[in-house]
């Protein structure tokens, strides 16, 4: 299906004028027509042409699922070692482990560049559109033009969508190839427009910075941004180690040789030995993981500025490397469950006769209508929450 295709009722926004000439202000901002008439000035004051302009908002109205989707909450929140667990699950890392083989001349030149391991790009990729395979549906003029008309944070959807325009002046790329999130996330590895701007690099040399269609340009990008926001070539993100009794404190750092006289010992293969500093870090208090972290994790925080967010990236990256998972199991979540827990529960469900898919460990709509109808025949409360007492019934058979 074509963007074209898939783009909604036309508006002619084409042929708007600037604001002021047919139309009053205020009539501009209450019709999604006047809004794009609105943007012009400051569009054209960042170098777009006309042409660019109209050829970009031809055919478009406001798109009611982009709506739908910025006011979605999520109906499970998780724990960090459930959302840990599932970035780097076990069909992410084979998914990883082949990707990385597949390019693996593409991270090796990006290495060579930037100084970021090849791993850690690939674990980029994977937690962003799961190496390519989910980069969003969405026309990013459309979805971005809707939520700043609508006033979902208008100013920066604004500042982003002119960011765009500027994208399509440049010939990076076409309306027609300009898909990403229903956010306005682009591409591969889901830069924003200004992130493309600042950080987009043509790995190529073809004369473009193609990170819709180009692996190559889009890896390129993704390690020119952790470089750029201070990744420190030769330094782990951080690792695995024993540290009983000693506070983990984000704040306080010491060179891996002061952390290795305190006692501290890096769980597998491997020493402290090497230059730089860490911190201590028990996210999920003594009895979960015991890690060492790097400023090169705060870097990855720069992608997305939650702990979550950088912790799966590193421990998918090293997973991708042919590490295990941490020694140390999470404590359990929701229902007393763990991760390994949850996968039993999908596993002893398939082979009832549910067809849930992939064995991930997440318990959504599909796994949850299964628990549902076994709560039933269980003579339990049907109500879809698993928990020990249900997976103890479930090995009962």
């Not at 508006?11 to 006047?34: D, N, W, Y």
């Not at 031809?58 to 699922?65: E, L, V």
């Amino acid at each position: 299906m074509t963007l074209l295709t898939r783009r909604t009722a036309l508006v002619g926004a084409a042929t708007l004028a600037a604001p002021g000439l047919l139309i009053g202000e205020a009539e501009a901002q209450s019709t999604f027509a006047g809004f794009v008439a609105t943007l012009w000035p400051a569009a054209s004051s960042a170098g777009v042409s006309r042409a660019v302009f109209d050829r970009a908002f031809a055919g478009i109205s406001p798109n009611p699922r982009v709506i739908e989707l910025s006011l979605r909450q999520p109906e499970f929140r998780r724990t960090l070692g459930d959302y840990v667990d599932v970035r780097a699950s076990n069909k992410r890392v084979t998914n990883g482990r082949a990707s990385f083989a597949q390019h693996r001349a593409i991270f090796a030149a990006a290495e060579r560049r930037f100084g970021v391991p090849g791993q850690v790009i690939c674990s980029i990729w994977g937690n962003e559109t799961s190496y390519g395979t989910s980069r969003g549906d969405h026309y990013v003029i459309q979805a971005m033009a809707t939520l700043a008309h609508a006033g979902r944070r208008a100013d920066f959807f604004r500042r982003e969508l002119i960011a765009a325009l500027r994208i399509l002046q440049s010939g990076d790329t076409t309306p027609q190839n300009m898909i990403g999130s229903w956010a306005g996330a682009m591409g591969h590895v889901q830069f924003m427009p200004t992130s493309f701007h600042a950080f987009a690099v043509d790995f190529t040399g073809d004369g473009k910075r193609d990170i819709w269609t180009s692996i190559p340009d889009a890896m390129g990008s993704a390690a020119n941004y952790l470089r750029r926001n201070g990744w420190g070539p030769g330094l782990p993100w951080g690792f695995e180690v024993h540290a009983p009794r000693l506070p983990g404190n984000r704040a306080q750092r010491r060179s891996f040789d002061a952390w290795s006289a305190a006692g501290v010992r890096r769980i597998g293969a491997g020493s402290l030995a090497g230059t730089g500093q860490a911190s201590l870090w028990k996210p999920a208090g003594e009895t979960g993981p015991h890690l060492l972290v790097t400023n090169n994790f705060n870097v990855i925080k720069r992608y997305n500025n939650a702990d979550s967010y950088a912790l799966a990236v590193g421990h998918l990256s090293d997973r991708i490397a042919g590490a295990e998972r941490f020694s140390k199991p999470w404590p359990p979540g929701e229902g007393g469950l763990t991760h390994a827990d949850r996968e039993e529960i999908q596993r002893r469900l398939n082979a009832l006769g549910f067809d849930l898919g992939d064995v991930d460990g997440i318990l959504g709509e599909k796994s949850r209508a299964a628990i549902s109808t076994m709560q039933g025949r269980f003579g339990m409360p049907a109500n879809g929450n698993a928990d020990q007492a249900f997976l103890a019934r479930l090995r009962r058979g």
